[in-house]
């Protein structure tokens, strides 16, 4: 899973998620409580789906991300589909966002004799950015950069406004989130022009994004509060994919410096356990 798609499965399973409630709205009844589970499945070229839940009803929603145009998107949505069906007994509601730069255009149908097959696919730019960008959540609020609101001067301030005001332990998080995301829409530049003009404290300094200039005689807290953020994310896709996470497990995760961190969010890709996402 890329980066990005780390990001958006973070903000959609946040609680009072914005951004689920916006991709669900014409789709399926949303209530609180939706469970997150485990989403390797038997017998798919590409055996993980990006983010399966189970409402409370026992209804399956299951989402995909694509920052591409892909030609053979229909015939892997319907393999997740049966796959999903077979390894739940329940047909999923499906719904793929696309956060791409490019104009949308995958088919979402197919229709031959015998079959009829459809799902669910929204544009991000599509989406309503002011509800993102006032939604409690930050991470819907990073989200905003992607929509249409995205495109507008003073996006990305307002954004940096709100990650400057939220609590001291979300911020880190948030604006990693952000610099991902704005990676998508070739932001980045603007990203770091506008968190100059922010007011200066130690976590937001602390992130990567900021440039050098204001890193030079920070090293240390640098690492420290890049480590923060990192864990802190990695944490949660952990506990969606695997459950509560194990002290011990903690510990070891709180010891791996950032790059090392990197690797084994790129190992929670194919990890049979927890245990995998640790070099061997």
Known sequence: MQDYDVTLKHGLTQPGSALLAALTS?????????????????????????????????RLL???????NQKDLVRRMGEYLFAIWRKHGRIPAQIVLYVGE????????????GLDFR?????????????????????DNVVAVLTGLGDEPGTVRRILER??????????????????????????GEVKQEAMKMPVTEDILDNEIF???FRQGRA????????????????????????????????????????????AGLRLLNAASIEDLFER
């Open 220 to 263: 240390e807290g640098r690492v420290e509060g890049l480590v923060e953020g990192l864990l802190e994310l990695l944490l949660d896709q952990i506990e969606n994919r695997f459950g509560a996470v194990p002290p011990g497990f903690r510990t070891r995760l709180a010891a791996l410096n950032p790059a090392q961190l990197r690797a």
């Open 102 to 113: 490019e104009p949308m255009r995958m088919e979402k149908a197919v229709r031959e004799e």
């Open 62 to 68: 299951h989402f995909e991300f694509q920052s591409r």
């Open 26 to 58: 014409s789709v399926i009844p949303v209530e609180p409580g939706v469970r997150w589970l485990n989403v390797e499945l038997p017998k798919v070229s590409n055996p993980r789906v990006d983010l399966l839940g189970a409402l409370p009803d026992g």
């Open 119 to 139: 799902f669910h696919m929204v544009d991000v730019r599509e989406l309503d950015g002011e509800a993102l960008l006032a939604s409690p959540n930050l991470s």
């Open 163 to 188: 990650i400057v005001a939220a609590p001291v332990g979300e911020r880190s998080s948030a604006l990693m989130e952000l610099s991902i995301l704005a990676g998508l829409r070739k932001l980045t």
């Open 211 to 213: 440039g050098v200039p």
